[in-house]
């Protein structure tokens, strides 16, 4: 399997920008297209990687090997079409990670029925932004920048490395304010697969694997992601 | 004489006090906005109720000296004031004169009081003729009580009241379009019915004794045509009965045309009611949103409320969708929220006004924005961007925040692919789950807060995690412990929803 590597099947309206930002953010991308129109605007658009095909035939879903792409992402202008499509994906591949959009609470509903790992709702977080500009418009506005690392603040997930000075302590006792980041939550892997948020107010030991997420400014990100490597000894 | 009418409209005209009295006299009458206008009308309708009430229970009563005297000066100086004052706001003739004054000024020619003091008396003569003048007018005349016939006037003042019931206006205002209709039938009515009574008169003059003029002979007609059928005037020919027969038929099929044309002017008219009540009725609450376009997003936004929303309206130009969200019980008007006209029907001046471009369009939206903010810069514009590319055509145009369905779809796809765990973290966050609001908090000048150290607020110990905070549009990411709050910095916590509320209890009190 090559790493980052996508194969997006659809280059509608929301597939043209899901193309482009996943091109910018330096994935492998392949598109596939069943509409002859949409098909030549990729071409046209500059992608190499684009195939016109009928993704209804399983046959030809088999030839373009999916296993050997990491994520398959649907985003099929029809939404008919996108669900018929993540179905016969998921009944061909068992083991592939296959995302879909939707734009409606149905679709939702019927793309996880048809087996996609995750499902991305067009309008949820859109809609949700709405109530929350009503009510807190400065933290929306904050918290937008952070999602799309406008100012050079963002999020990032790390995994705490064997042997690392974090191991053994609680994440109240660590102060991470010296680092210029901070906490927002973590998966304990010895509780269970699911994410904590560290305002939840439950006590956490951090162990090797566990993984941690911090808000803070890129560099400090990536600087604290190289100091969690270190040993308490040395430190 | 000239030059006192002169100097005394210039005077009036650079009055601010004189306008701003005027203006604020207008609203009351007229208006919608003010606030006690309501106080107003409801002591008019209780003038108007108790003096007809008064009327009714004197006929058989008697009735106290200061009721009479209550009913007699009171009620009817308050319907004369503001008969005068209704009139007074109903055009500016100071204006009309000072204005032909600066114009005869600079044409160098003689300046005439008399042309412009008609023209302004003529309007004012033309409001005084309209129905509703008159009805005020006359409502004023007090039933004198010796002279029986006066007391009519009282009904006058029952019609006073429909100046107050939106209803009735309404139904004026519907027979009002049909007017063509219902003046044919009335034409035709008329005609039938002098016809048969003519008939009726040659015919049984002499035989029936009921029948003495023409007078008794149209009555017996009119009573014959309605249906009514008193019976106490009836034919006793044989002819008679024919034209009888006639008259009925003919009266059937008019009061089935007359019922269909009223029936047929409200269904038409029924939407357009229904949809102005429902703009007036928003108007009167103080802040409100305008929902433009009834699309997957608005679905989404009315699924997601978590608390009643009262003050909205949906504005769609398509039936369908209209439909579709009167179905689904939400109030909505079938307008094109990119005209002006429709924007400018709402309470602008004294309401804050959030605007909700969310249609598919971004044309539509950015026209939408563009026209809202050209009615008032006040109004705030959250538009829907669905090309991303032209973001800054949305900039320009003045929205206030821009919603980006398909960049939020990028980081999210972006997310799920290199850091799944993050994406929950995110999902959460932005979705707002109970467990990871970011929730912002305005310091005001007179908060506990002011004057302390980050250091000092213990944001751990009330489980919250302080991200940074923002001073005059910058922001300060997780600002060192010694850094003072100062007024009106904005906080950005992170926490349960319990944890803020409770945070924001203890701390919003005064110093």
């Known amino acids: ?235 | 004489m000239k030059q006192i009418f002169l100097s005394f409209a210039l005077k009036l005209r650079n009055s601010k006090r004189y306008k701003e009295a005027k203006a604020y006299i207008w609203e009351l009458l007229n208006g919608t906005s003010n606030p006690y206008k309501k106080y107003l009308d409801i002591f008019i309708i209780f003038l108007i109720v108790t003096s007809v009430f008064i009327l009714v229970y004197e006929v058989t009563n008697p009735v106290p000296v200061w009721l009479d005297y209550y009913d007699f000066y009171f009620v009817s100086f308050v319907f004369f004031l503001e008969y005068i004052l209704r009139l007074w706001v109903h055009n500016d003739l100071s204006k009309y004169i000072v204005e032909e004054y600066r114009d005869a000024q600079f044409l160098h020619r003689e300046f005439e009081l008399w042309p412009v003091l008609k023209q302004g008396l003529k309007e004012k003569l033309n409001y005084m003729i309209t129905p509703s003048a008159i009805v005020d007018l006359l409502a004023i005349f007090p039933a004198y009580r010796p002279l029986r016939v006066l007391r009519i006037f009282v009904l006058f003042r029952m019609l006073k009241l429909l100046r107050y019931t939106k209803s009735i206006n309404q139904f004026v205002e519907v027979i009002n379009n049909k007017r063509f209709e219902l003046l044919t039938l009335l034409f035709l009515l008329f005609f039938i019915v002098i016809t048969a009574g003519i008939a009726i008169y040659v015919l049984e003059e002499r035989i029936n004794p009921q029948i003495t003029s023409l007078f008794d002979a149209v009555y017996w007609s009119l009573v014959t045509i309605t249906t009514v059928g008193y019976g106490d005037v009836a034919p006793v020919t044989d002819a008679g009965r024919a034209i009888s027969m006639l008259t009925i038929i003919a009266g059937i099929g008019m009061i089935s045309f007359a019922t269909s044309v009223i029936v047929s002017a409200f269904s038409e008219r029924l939407n357009e009611i229904k949809e102005s009540r429902i703009i007036e009725q928003v108007n009167k609450s103080k802040s409100f949103l305008i929902i433009c376009g009834y699309g997957q997003m608005a679905k989404m936004f009315f699924r997601q409320r978590r608390d009643q929303l009262d003050n909205y309206v949906i504005l769609d130009k398509d039936i369908k969708r209209v439909e579709q969200a009167k179905k689904d019980g939400y109030k909505v008007v079938q307008e094109d929220a990119s005209r002006f006209e429709i924007l400018s029907k709402f309470n602008v001046k004294h309401a804050n006004i959030t605007i909700l471009c969310l249609t598919a369009s971004d044309v539509e939206n950015i026209y939408i924005t563009l026209n809202a903010k050209s009615i008032s810069r006040k109004m705030k514009v959250i538009a829907r961007v669905n090309d991303i590319n032209i973001v800054s055509k949305f900039e320009y145009a003045g929205a206030d925040h821009l919603l980006m369905p398909n960049q939020v779809v990028n980081t999210m796809i972006s997310t799920a692919i290199t850091q799944p765990t993050m994406y929950k973290a995110i999902h959460a966050i932005l979705t707002g789950k109970s467990i990871a609001r970011i929730d912002e908090m305005h310091v005001h000048e007179e908060h506990s807060l002011v004057g302390k150290s980050v250091g000092e607020l213990d944001f751990k110990k009330n489980k919250l995690l302080f991200i940074g905070l923002e001073r005059k549009g910058e922001f300060f990411f997780n600002p060192p412990a010694t850094e003072i709050i100062q007024n009106y910095d904005i906080l950005l916590l992170m926490g349960r929803k319990i944890s803020l509320e409770y945070f924001r209890d203890i701390h919003e009190g005064i110093r």
């Open chain 1, 1 to 235: 399997m090559y790493k980052r590597s996508i194969l997006l099947f659809g280059y509608g309206s929301h597939g043209k920008f899901v193309a482009k930002g996943l091109q910018e953010d330096g994935f492998l991308l392949k598109i596939i297209e069943s509409n002859h129109d949409y098909y030549l605007q990729a071409k046209d658009d500059g992608f190499m990687e684009v195939e016109h095909m009928d993704v209804t035939n399983d046959r030809l879903l088999e030839v373009l090997d999916p296993q050997n792409y990491e994520k398959l992402v649907c985003v099929m202008e029809d939404e008919h079409l996108n669900v018929f499509l993540t179905l016969s994906l998921r009944s061909l591949f068992k083991e592939s990670y296959i995302l879909s959009i939707s734009d409606s609470i149905h679709t939702t509903k019927k793309l996880k029925m048809a087996g996609a790992n995750k499902v991305i709702d067009l309008y949820e977080v859109s809609a949700n932004k709405i109530h929350n500009i009503l009510k807190r418009p400065v933290a929306t506005k904050l918290l937008e920048g952070f999602v799309s690392k406008k100012d050079g603040i963002g999020f990032k997930e790390m995994i705490v490395p064997q042997n690392s000075f974090l191991e053994g302590k609680t994440t109240d006792e660590i102060d991470f304010s010296p680092y210029g980041v901070l906490l927002i939550g973590m998966i304990d892997e010895m509780l269970g697969h699911t994410f904590v948020f560290i305002t939840a107010g439950i006590n956490h030991e951090l162990n090797h694997g566990d993984t941690i997420v911090c808000i803070g400014s890129e560099e400090s990100l990536n600087a604290f992601a190289e100091e969690i490597k270190k040993e308490e000894s040395i430190l």
